[in-house]
């Protein structure tokens, strides 16, 4: 993407109001309001695991903006784990390929974003896991094995299982005390 276009993308995202996540998907920017308590709930639940199992020298971080400059995308996943001296950099988003996974809560108002949209774009942008927890449905899906254009795994579970969170992770992520909406 052209460098001067990107930064014109980036300039309207930030213009946006406080309580608004804004994303950036080749030419359109997605916005979407701040997340429900059944939405954060259920985030809470699936990062306590997480965060048990986090590899040493990684944090985590939610609604942090993964920048990939070069392809025209910013995405901003309800959870990742990305190196500890990320925090240090100078710019305001991360370089997504230092990410470790993307976890996505579907939204119901939009949930065409997480399961096409971000589907898309994750592996593209060098994100090796992409976790979605679709409460609507009391599933959550893992797409895995990521190449430079899209996933070639994928595992489905439905709340009260457990599904397998490959390396650098490595552990069963209970379903259990997930909620539906």
């Known amino acids: 993407m052209n460098p001067e276009h990107f930064a014109l993308l980036q300039e309207a995202r930030r213009a946006f109001p406080e309580g608004f996540k804004v994303e950036i998907s080749g030419d359109t920017l997605i916005a979407q309001a701040s997340p429900s308590i059944q939405h954060q709930r259920n985030l809470f639940h699936v990062r306590r695991q997480f965060d048990a199992h986090r590899p040493e020298g990684y944090m985590p971080t939610e609604n942090s903006d993964l920048a990939s400059p070069r392809i025209g995308k910013v995405r901003n996943p309800d959870l990742t784990y ?48 992409y976790l979605i927890i679709d409460a609507r449905e009391s599933t959550v899906t893992l797409f895995s094995d990521a190449n430079h254009d899209k996933y070639h795994t994928r595992t489905d579970r439905k709340f009260g299982e457990t599904i397998h969170i490959p390396e650098p992770f490595d552990f069963d992520l209970d379903l259990g005390r997930l909620n539906p909406y």
């Open 82 to 129: 990305v190196p500890d001296d990320t925090a240090d950099l100078p710019e305001h988003d991360i370089p997504a390929e230092v990410a470790l996974i993307a976890v996505e809560i579907v939204s119901p108002s939009n949930p065409e974003n997480d399961w096409a949209a971000k589907l898309r774009d994750y592996p593209v942008m060098g994100i090796p896991l």
